[in-house]
Structure formats: C-alpha cells, structure tokens
C-alpha cells in the first residue's frame, strides 16, 4: 500500500469573515468601467484649475526641500548669509543649517521626479506640481476597494463619489502640499490592512505596514494610524499559528522601516524626534490637549 504523501498545510486566512457575497463578473467589470470613467472625468475636470505655481509657505517646505534633495542628498540648505531667503515652515540648527520642519516623505518623491524630469528640457520641475493631482486621483480606487469590502460595490462607487466631490479633496487636488499624498497611501495601506485581516497572507501585510509607515513619513499625524494597525494586529492574531505571528510581525516590521528611517533623519538632522519638536507644535499630542478637545476629535 502507497504511503500517502504529506498535503501542505492550508494557506493561513484572516479571522474578519467576508462581508459581502460574491458579485457576478458582468457586475464587477461594470462597477470597474464606472470608477474607470469617474477618475478620468475627475482629472480632467480637476485639472482645469491646475497650475504650474504656488505662492504657499507650506508648499515651499516640501518643493525646496525636495529640490534640496535632488541637488545634495539632503534636504537641507545653507544660506550664505544671514540676509538670505528661507522660508516659514523651515527650522535651522546650531551650524546655521535649515531643514524643513516636515517629513521627508513628500520631498523624496519630488526629488526622484525633478531627478527622472531632469534631462526633460526642464520639466521636471513642472512635473512635481502634478504629484497631488495624481495622488488624489489614484486614491480614489483604493476608496472604493476599502469600502466594497465591508458593503458592496454600489457604495465603494457612492463612497468614492462624496470624497473626490467634497470641497476639501477638490480643494486640495491641484495644492502641491502633504495632502494628496499622504491620502493615497493611507487609502491604500488601510485597504490591505482589511485586506489582509480577512484573507491573511505576507504580501498584504507587507504592503498595509509599508503603505501606513511611509503615510507617516509624509504627515507625522498619521503616525497615530498605528493604533488601527496594532488593533487589527490583535484582532488578526491566531496565537495556535506560529505563521499567523510572522504575518504579525511583517505588518509591524514594515511599518516600522520607513518610520525609523524618519526619526533617525531627525535625530542627526535636528536633533529632536520631528521637526515639530523645535517649534513645540507638538504639543498637539500631548494629553493634556487631547483631555481638552476629546469631543470634537470623537466627532
């Protein structure tokens, strides 16, 4: 008699059960034309306010910083004298050495497109004013995915429609600041993280940590979406299933990367956690601000 051979061990399946039956496929290739016709219609609608310029104090942080980025690896700047131009939302250090007091996320990215733009007759520099059209744009279907998840398809398309309609994402659409960007990776990293704690698997860990990690890196805000991230992390967990911790652990771990990338740049760079730290803004974290104004955030 033939020894049966060993059958692999089934593939490890998030514990948050589906939400939603199955929709036929003439359904799903119908919902996708929809989206596909509403985010062109969005860009093209959008982009008849867009412009190549922006007078923003907030704006010139990320841009000259990522312009800083791209000409020396760094996204400081040293004036040659004291009667030189820097801008508002800049904080400078004991050597006369100015960062911007935001993340590196956003100028890193505009970095490697004023790098990639750079033999592009000049361009390059015109092209980073597209970088919040296309964020804001390409977050719309990571909206409608996240909620088709937990109610269909019909409100993933309503959904994605009251948040590329409303006044704040139109608004910030063409404003080349933090805004755009940090919402597509948060879309994006909260849709895998649904993702994975219904279906389980490293690939979707790997992207919901890395996705959330950099959003942090982008605006230190969504630094606090570690707390859905730890709770899934809990509610995910099969202790009997050692696989279930490396999953865990993936998610966490890659979160992490980027962000200690961020504090490390800090640390050596100003020599304080964020760049809020040297202006005290973040106090905004603090307890006590948080006792006092619990009502509006829980709204």
């Given at each position: ?47 008849e306010f867009w412009t190549g310029a922006h007078p923003g104090v907030d704006e010139n942080g ?148 890395l996705f959330l990690g950099y959003a942090a890196t982008v605006r230190y805000s969504e630094g ?76």
């Amino acid at each position: 008699m033939a020894t049966p051979s060993p059958q692999p061990a089934p593939a490890i399946r998030g514990t948050l059960p589906l939400m939603i039956e199955r929709e036929p496929i003439w359904q799903s290739v119908g919902f996708g034309i929809a989206v596909a016709v509403l985010l062109i219609f969005f860009w093209l609608f959008t982009h008849e306010f867009w412009t190549g310029a922006h007078p923003g104090v907030d704006e010139n942080g990320y841009l000259v910083g990522g312009k800083m980025l791209a000409d020396h690896f760094s996204t400081s700047q040293h004036p040659p004298d004291a009667y030189s131009f820097v801008g508002r939302m800049w904080v400078g250090n004991s050597t006369g050495t100015f960062f911007p007091k935001y993340p590196i996320g956003l100028p890193l990215i505009v970095a490697f497109v004023l790098k990639i733009g750079a033999g592009a007759d000049g361009y390059g520099g015109v092209w980073t004013y597209y970088l919040s059209p296309l964020f804001m744009t390409l977050a719309m279907p990571a909206i409608f995915l996240m909620i088709r998840q937990v109610a269909g398809s019909l409100a993933g398309l309503l959904g994605m429609v009251m948040v590329a309609g409303s006044p704040v994402a139109l608004g910030l659409t063409n404003d080349p600041n933090s805004h755009a960007t940090a919402l597509v990776f948060v879309a994006w990293g909260m849709f895998f993280l649904l993702a994975w704690w219904q279906r389980g698997s490293y690939w979707r860990a790997a992207l919901a940590g890395l996705f959330l990690g950099y959003a942090a890196t982008v605006r230190y805000s969504e630094g606090l979406l570690i707390i859905p991230l730890l709770l899934t992390a809990f509610f995910n967990l099969q202790p009997q299933r050692r696989q279930s911790w490396f999953q865990s652990a993936t998610l966490l771990g890659c979160w992490l990367v980027p962000v200690m990338i961020q504090i490390i740049f800090n640390l050596v760079a100003m020599g304080t956690l964020t760049g809020y730290d040297t202006t005290h803004e973040s106090t905004g974290f603090e307890l006590a601000n948080i006792a006092r104004n619990w009502d509006t955030m829980l709204r």
